[in-house]
Every structure is written in structure tokens, then in C-alpha cells.
């Protein structure tokens, strides 16, 4: 049967402004980084998108190189489109970003008009669309002159691959410089994409205050710390999480027991609160005025469920954050 979405589900999501655009986006936006590759179960990856865009999550986040293997979650995404959400495509922001390690030899990689252009025209094809809504560039690549990275961004929102685009893991100064390129040739930065929360604090130190200046709104990624930040390894580590399946060892040198020890701390603030830890992970991202979206990731439909149910909350008391500091410190 085809897909019906939720009537309501304009209804409970907040939408924000992204910067200074015209371009709102929901607080809550899903990234398709783990769960949605070739080796993963496809029905899953697809309730998991219906369910985001029944509740009003109009937002997905996608990469070249996300899988395993490389291109497979943007091909998974493709099949998610064709079966259930194609015919909602006026009512989705896509993402995808090109900069990090895709293809074997010097074009492949980093920062080049010619690396940019051909990844992006492949992601495309795999996700069977005209366009997406933004495209990055994933990381700041310091052996390609700027003037050619932003030359190629302009590029692609000129011919008609992109509407907007965004930068990711650029430091303040470097956000600085790209944004002003980018204001020059008349496709001004909509968006920075850094990672950012309880554990993982470093936008705090003038990337917030950059983005405000210049008008450009903020998603960031990872906020739940890649699951730790929930109750998932308060008491062990369960076969079933992204540690214990130790994906890809991206948790490598992020998990310790010193930091689940901390997440038990915070654990107690957050119940004593009627919040799961995962959800005040959430309100405290976004209780920054430069934070437009939280961009999770999730293994299971109810953690979709659990992070869009964090935006009914009450705001964190001056008590709460105080008591957040001194875990932290
Ligand atoms: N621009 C960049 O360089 C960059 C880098 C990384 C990520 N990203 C983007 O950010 C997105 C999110 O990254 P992320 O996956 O690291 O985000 P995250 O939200 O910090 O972590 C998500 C993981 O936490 C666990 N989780 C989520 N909700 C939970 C809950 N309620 N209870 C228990 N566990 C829960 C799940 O892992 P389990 O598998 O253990 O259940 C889930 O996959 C990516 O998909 C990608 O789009 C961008």
C-alpha cells in the first residue's frame, strides 16, 4: 500500500529560521551517517525516514561517502524516495556534502572544483533526484585555495545542482573567509554543519558567535555524542549499540568509562528534570540562539520518537545548568 503520511504532522514540530535565509528548518533533522548502508536492514532505514517525516522531521542529512560501503546510504536514501517520499520532494530538504575520502586517485578527495562537482553529480544518481536542497563541503581542505572550493559551491547552485550551500568542520576564521567568497559571488553561506555537545564543546569558543555574525544558521551534528549520551551504556555496553557493534570504530578514542561515569551524573539531572539523558542532551544544544537544528542519528524508530518528544520540555533552569557546569567540570 502506498505510503500515507501523518496528516499532523505540520503540527507539533518547530520550524526555525537557518541564519539570515528564508529557509526554515525543524529543530530535530535526521542524518543517514550509520544504519542506512548497504549491510543494514532496508525496511528498518525506511520506517525510520517515515516515521521522521510523519513527525514533521523534513530534514535529511546525507554524505557521499555514508554507509558501508561508500554511496550506499544515499542509494538506500534513493529506494526510501522512489518507494515512500518522492512524491512529498517540495516538502524535503535533502542534504549532502563532498570533502572527505570517496574514490581511489587525486580527484577523489578534499577540496577541488573537479573532486566537488563529479561527487556531487554521483550522489545524484544515486539518490535519483534533480538537485538537493544543500550541499557541503564536509571539511576544510588547507592544499586547495579557497577561492576554488567556494568557485565550485557557487558553481553548483548556479547550475542547478543545489539550491544552498554549506560548509562543515570549518573553524571560525576559515568560516570567516569562505563566507565572504561566497557573499561575493552572490550565493552567500546558508549553513555550518559542526559537531557540538555536553562532551564536545568547542563551537562554544567562537564558531557560535561567527555564525550569528554572519547570519548563517548552525545544525550540529553528533549530540547525543554518538549514543553517549543516553542511557545506553549507563550500566555496560550493550551488543546491540553502535559501540558494541563498534561501526566502522567511529566511537574510537570517544568512549571511556570516565565519560559514562559523567553520563551517569548528568543521568540524575536529566530524571530529576522527568527527561531521558539523550533528551536533555537535546535541550541543551539547542537552548543556543545560533543552534538552529539538532541533527541525530538512530538505530531505531523509538529513538526518533524519543528525541522529537525532547522538544515539548521546558526550557533548562539557570539551577539545571549550573548543576550541568559542575558534572562537567
Ligand atoms: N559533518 C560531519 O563531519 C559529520 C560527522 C558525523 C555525523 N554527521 C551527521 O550527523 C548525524 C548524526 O550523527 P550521530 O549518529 O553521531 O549522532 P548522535 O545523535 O550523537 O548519535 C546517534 C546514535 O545514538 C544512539 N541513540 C540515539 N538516540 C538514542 C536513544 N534515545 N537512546 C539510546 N541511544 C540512542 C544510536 O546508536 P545505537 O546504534 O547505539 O542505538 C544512534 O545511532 C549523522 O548521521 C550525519 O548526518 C556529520
Request: aromatic content about 10%; glycine content about 10%.
Amino acid at each position: 500500500m502506498a505510503y500515507r503520511p501523518d496528516p499532523a504532522r505540520y503540527q507539533a514540530m518547530p520550524y526555525q529560521r537557518c541564519g539570515r535565509s528564508g529557509l526554515k528548518l525543524p529543530r530535530i533533522a535526521l542524518g543517514l551517517w550509520q544504519n542506512f548502508g548497504g549491510s543494514d536492514l532496508f525496511e528498518n532505514g525506511r520506517a525510520m525516514a517515515r516515521r521522521a517525516f510523519d513527525l514533521g522531521i523534513t530534514h535529511f542529512d546525507l554524505a557521499n561517502n555514508y554507509g558501508p560501503p561508500y554511496g550506499s546510504a544515499e542509494e538506500t536514501f534513493g529506494r526510501i524516495l522512489e518507494k515512500d517520499l518522492a512524491p512529498f520532494r517540495d516538502e524535503l530538504v535533502i542534504s549532502s556534502k563532498a570533502g572527505y575520502d570517496m574514490w581511489p586517485g587525486p580527484y577523489g578527495d578534499r577540496g577541488s572544483r573537479k573532486y566537488l562537482v563529479a561527487s556531487l553529480d554521483q550522489s545524484l544518481k544515486r539518490m535519483g533526484l534533480g538537485y538537493v536542497d544543500i550541499f557541503y563541503h564536509h571539511r576544510p581542505d588547507p592544499e586547495t585555495p579557497l577561492e576554488e572550493t567556494m568557485g565550485a559551491l557557487d558553481f553548483i547552485v548556479r547550475s542547478g545542482r543545489a539550491l544552498y550551500v554549506g560548509l562543515s568542520n570549518y573553524p571560525p576564521e576559515a568560516t570567516r573567509a569562505a563566507a565572504a567568497l561566497l557573499r561575493d559571488l552572490g550565493t552567500p553561506c546558508l549553513i555550518h554543519q559542526p559537531s557540538y555537545s555536553l562532551f564536545n564543546r568547542w563551537v562554544e569558543d567562537g564558531l557560535l558567535d561567527t555564525l550569528d555574525l554572519e547570519g548563517i544558521g548552525c545544525i550540529v551534528f553528533s549530540p547525543l555524542y554518538q549514543g553517549l549520551l543516553t542511557d545506553k551504556y549507563l550500566r555496560g555496553v550493550p551488543q546491540d549499540s553502535r559501540a558494541g557493534r563498534n561501526q566502522g570504530g567511529t566511537l574510537k578514542g570517544k568512549f571511556s568509562e570516565a565519560k559514562v561515569e559523567l553520563a551517569r551524573r548528568l543521568d540524575v539531572v536529566a530524571r530529576r528534570r522527568g527527561q531521558k539523558l539523550s533528551q536533555m542532551a537535546l535541550t541543551w544544544v539547542l537552548r543556543q540562539p545560533a543552534v538552529t537544528s539538532a541533527l541525530i542519528g538512530a538505530s531505531r524508530v523509538s529513538q526518533i520518537e524519543d528525541a522529537v518528544a525532547a522538544l515539548a520540555a521546558a526550557p533548562l533552569t539557570g539551577e539545571e545548568l549550573a548543576a550541568i557546569e559542575t558534572i562537567l567540570a
